[in-house]
Structures are given as structure tokens and as C-alpha cells.
């Protein structure tokens, strides 16, 4: 099995990080790739601010030779500016270049971006044309199965997009109306991955957060790839495991807190060294630091000092008493939560 966009070549099943806002930062990326990710992506990238040429907007797509392959996801909802910084983020070379028509956040479907352009097919189709004329490398998006549960018009979209010279689409399994709520819905994926007329690569994304999910997903719907998203979000590991799975049929032995510990140990170092200053190399960390320690007995008030901690040696300090306290206990992340 190989999946190819433009002249990348991606052998068995690849697996995709997900480009995720305040996530996908370099020390993060660096780690899934550790781990087994072989498609990274940047944060979403707001087309106006490119245009504007904010320089803490360019900062998020600087790239690194451990990314590749790699793609700067952009966002936005005025064509012009969406074709202008296509070309800006051309000029960081990165492999290729991925739409966000799938963001279901407020601020930014209230400005008709993201996935309120699944309320306008002819302007997404518009949209993603004019940005694969603009630019030399692959362009590729990611979208989600519609606006509502009585408006999914996947179908239509991925047409449109294949039409419009998208050279792969990731689909998430869940509407607008459902942000990160219930169940992804694989269902309409595979319909996509299924349709005759569709000949791109159709990558798979919700809910993966095991390799055993991940095979049934596999074989419920054929993708090309499938994308993990919150799912790795302090557990990177996550790749491996996949991996390991789709190969054997095994899983791997769930992680010690010891051995989680020293992870997360690594990211804070990196993120520490790529950052400007160590306060807000911590800052970053906390989305991650409270998804590590999954379903520890009594572990709420270490966990909130870890939350609150604002200096390396605090963290440091932290992890000590938590590795003297839990450092045997073997971590289950089956049942962790997405959310």
C-alpha cells in the first residue's frame, strides 16, 4: 500500500498529527515524530494575519528538517488573502500546503472560515482552485462531514475539492454543530473513501486513541491514512502504539509513570530551549501537562500544582514527588478522554 501527494511517497498506513491551534508547536511535533507520526503539521496559520505579515503569526511556520514531510495549514475566508499568504507560506518551503476548512471554533466560523465554508460549497471549490493556482507545491485540505446532523454534504465537498486539484483530504468524523463532543462518525468517511468518483487520498480523523480503534477504523472504511489528533495530546506515544498494532495485531504494553515522567520531561526541555523565555516555555506545556497522568488515585492536588507551576524547578520538583508516589504504576490511556 503507498499513498502518494505530489512526489511524497508514504508507504503501509501513514499516520498524520493533526494540526491543532496552541498545540502542534515545534517541541510537540518533535516528539510525535520521536514516537512514529509521519506527516506533521503546523498550527492554523489565519491567512489576514499573514497578509498583514504579523511576525509572531510567521513564527509558527518556521519548519525544521526532523518535520518532514511536513504542511503549513492556513485559514481564512477572503480568497485574495487566502491566495497572498498560500504564497507567503510557499516561501518556507514546506511540502506541501493544507486548507483548513474544518475548524469548528467560533471566532473563526463567525468570520466565514473554517467549517463555515461547508455552508458554501461553490466558495470552498472557488477557494481551494484559486490557492492550487497560486502556488508550485501540493495543496491538500481537511474538512469536516458538515455544518449539522440533518447537513453533511462530505460527498459534495470532496467532489468539489478533487475538482478544485486538492491532492488529498483528511475529514474529520464529526459535524460543526459537534465540535469535540459525541462520537466521531466514521460512517460517511468511508462512503467518501468509497465513491468511485474519488481518486485522491482520503485520510480518516476522530477518535483514534488506540491501535485497536484505529485497525477497526481502518477496515470499517479503506482510508488512505488516518490523522491523530487530541488523542496524542500528552501521550505522543500514541503513533507507536498505533503502529505497532496495524502490524501485529498486538498492543504494546500500556507506559509506567516513571517512564511517562521522563517523556515529558524531554518535551518541557525542548520547549524550553526553543522558546524565548522559560515562563512561557511553561505556559505552553499545560494543555499537555494535564493530559499525561490519566486516572491516578487521589493525584488531584499534584495535578494542580503542576498546572500552577511557572519555573523549570517547580515542574522538576513536582514530577520528583510524583514519580515517589506513583513512579510503578503502570498508566491505561484506552479510556482516557479526548476531550
Given amino acids: 500500500m503507498e499513498m502518494k501527494i505530489g512526489n511524497i511517497n508514504l508507504e503501509g498506513v501513514p499516520l498524520f498529527l493533526a494540526p491543532m491551534e496552541d498545540v502542534t508547536y515545534k517541541s510537540f511535533r518533535w516528539m510525535c515524530k520521536k514516537f512514529g507520526a509521519d506527516v506533521m503539521y ?8 499573514l497578509v498583514r505579515d504579523i511576525e509572531k503569526t510567521k513564527q509558527k511556520m518556521h519548519l525544521f528538517e526532523f518535520d518532514r514531510p511536513v504542511a503549513i495549514q492556513i485559514y481564512g475566508h477572503n480568497i485574495d488573502s487566502m491566495v497572498r499568504a498560500a504564497q507567503v507560506a510557499e516561501e518556507f518551503e514546506p511540502d506541501f500546503l493544507d486548507i483548513n476548512f474544518g475548524c469548528p471554533m467560533k471566532k473563526i466560523v463567525r468570520h466565514g472560515a473554517g467549517s463555515a465554508l461547508l455552508k458554501d460549497l461553490p466558495k470552498m471549490q472557488q477557494m481551494a482552485a484559486e490557492v492550487v493556482k497560486a502556488v508550485k507545491i501540493p495543496v491538500t485540505a481537511k474538512t469536516r462531514l458538515g455544518w449539522t446532523e440533518s447537513d453533511k454534504p462530505i460527498a459534495e465537498a470532496a467532489e ?34 468509497n465513491n468511485p468518483k474519488i481518486q485522491i487520498p482520503i485520510i480518516g480523523n476522530g477518535d483514534i486513541n488506540s491501535g485497536k480503534k484505529a485497525k477497526q477504523f481502518m477496515d ?31 498492543e504494546l504494553p500500556h507506559p509506567t509513570v516513571a517512564e511517562v515522567v521522563e517523556t515529558l520531561k524531554e518535551q518541557l526541555c525542548l520547549n524550553l530551549k526553543w522558546r524565548d523565555n522559560e515562563r ?24 494542580i500544582q503542576l498546572l500552577r507551576a511557572e519555573t523549570n524547578d517547580e515542574v522538576h520538583l513536582i514530577l520528583e514527588k510524583i514519580v515517589e508516589q506513583y513512579g510503578g504504576f503502570q498508566l491505561d490511556f484506552s479510556n482516557a478522554s479526548l476531550k
Avoid at 503546523?42 to 494575519?49: L, Q
Avoid at 483528511?170 to 473513501?193: C, F, M, N, P, S
Avoid at 506545556?285 to 486516572?295: E, S, W
Wanted: aromatic share 10%; charged share 25%; no cysteine.
Fill in 42 to 49: 503546523t498550527e492554523f496559520i489565519s491567512s489576514e494575519a
Fill in 160 to 193: 468539489r475539492l478533487q475538482d478544485a486539484g486538492i491532492q488529498a483530504l483528511a475529514i474529520h468524523g464529526r459535524t460543526r454543530e459537534q465540535l469535540y463532543t459525541g462520537v466521531a462518525d466514521w460512517t460517511l468517511i468511508g462512503e467518501v473513501k
Fill in 220 to 250: 470499517e472504511t479503506g482510508v488512505d491514512a488516518l490523522m491523530i489528533g487530541r488523542g496524542a495530546i500528552g501521550r505522543p506515544w500514541l503513533f507507536r502504539e498505533v503502529k505497532h498494532y496495524l502490524q501485529t495485531g498486538e
Fill in 280 to 303: 512561557s516555555g511553561i505556559l505552553m506545556m499545560r494543555r499537555h501537562f494535564a493530559k499525561y497522568f490519566p486516572g491516578l488515585p487521589n493525584f488531584r492536588e499534584l495535578k
